[in-house]
């Protein structure tokens, strides 16, 4: 499965970005989607993650009610709208999938990164938040 992630770039405080990530090789309606994200000098974090097995979604507290994952997986492609952006979402992000049937939820997608190895990754986009 290939990934290609798009639509990062810079943008002011309070503005809005559509981050889309594309999938081939395989039907994206197997996977299990995330985002995640690594700013500079700290670790990577998922940050947006929708399960297939229970078809739950998962968002870290700080983009909770800004960003929304979204999946359309007749385009098999996987978005994020993220709305009143902040510098502090300055960081490279990434989407990832995981076969289905091994994601119990979001949430653990989002938060087990150590014990859920993801099976894909695509490259990053870099989103740049000027204040």
């Known amino acids: 499965v290939q990934l290609v992630a798009s639509g990062g770039g810079l943008v002011q405080a309070g503005g809005s970005l559509r981050l889309s990530c594309a999938a081939s090789?395989?039907?994206?309606?197997?996977?299990?989607v995330g985002w995640f994200r690594q700013a500079p000098g700290k670790e990577r974090e998922g940050i947006a993650c929708l399960s297939t097995r229970d078809g739950s979604t998962y968002y870290t507290n700080s983009v909770k009610g800004r960003f929304t994952a979204t999946r359309d997986d007749a385009k098999n492609t996987m978005y994020l709208q993220m709305n009143s952006l902040k510098p502090e979402d300055t960081a490279v992000y990434y989407c990832?999938?995981?076969?289905?049937?091994?994601?119990?939820?979001?949430?653990?997608?989002?938060?087990?990164?150590?014990?859920?190895?993801?099976?894909?990754w695509g490259k990053g986009t870099l989103v740049t938040v000027s204040s």
């Open positions: 090789g395989a039907p994206l309606e197997d996977y299990a």
């Open positions: 990832a999938v995981k076969a289905g049937v091994f994601i119990d939820t979001a949430q653990d997608m989002c938060v087990m990164t150590n014990h859920y190895v993801m099976d894909y």
